[in-house]
């Protein structure tokens, strides 16, 4: 059974930090590209990070560059989003999600295999 379980959001106050995890089971994590897709209150899916299959090259959004870092551990079939400089509209639901191949994606529907998020609130 495919698995992708999210954990490490919470309540943060603008400019702290959070780091995500992601911990992968069901299928061969090292033949997937990895991306965090978020999805904030009454909006659609917002892609913001992803990363090869081998933690070479990583891609982020606009809005997250210099914010972000996505990072994975194939031996520990995990992938991270440590993120700093938190503000209020990064509040939503982030998900990671799984795409087969050693190219990544920004196209949330590209991807084969969904977790199943963790609530990420940024107020003070």
């Known amino acids: 059974e495919v698995q992708l379980v999210e954990s490490g959001g919470g309540l943060v106050q603008p400019g702290g930090s959070l780091r995500l995890s992601c911990v992968a089971s069901g299928f061969t994590f090292d033949d997937f590209a990895m991306s965090w897709v978020r999805q904030a209150p009454g909006k659609g899916l917002e892609w913001v990070s992803a990363i090869k299959w081998n933690g070479g090259d990583t891609y982020y959004a606009e809005s997250m560059a210099g914010r972000f870092t996505i990072s994975r551990d194939n031996a520990k079939n995990t992938v991270y989003l440590q993120m700093n400089s938190l503000k209020s509209e990064d509040t939503a639901v982030y998900y990671c999600?799984?795409?087969?191949?050693?190219?990544?994606?920004?196209?949330?529907?590209?991807?084969?295999?969904w977790g199943q998020g963790t609530q990420v609130t940024v107020s003070s």
């Open positions: 999600a799984a795409k087969r191949g050693i190219s990544a994606s920004d196209n949330p529907n590209n991807y084969d295999y």
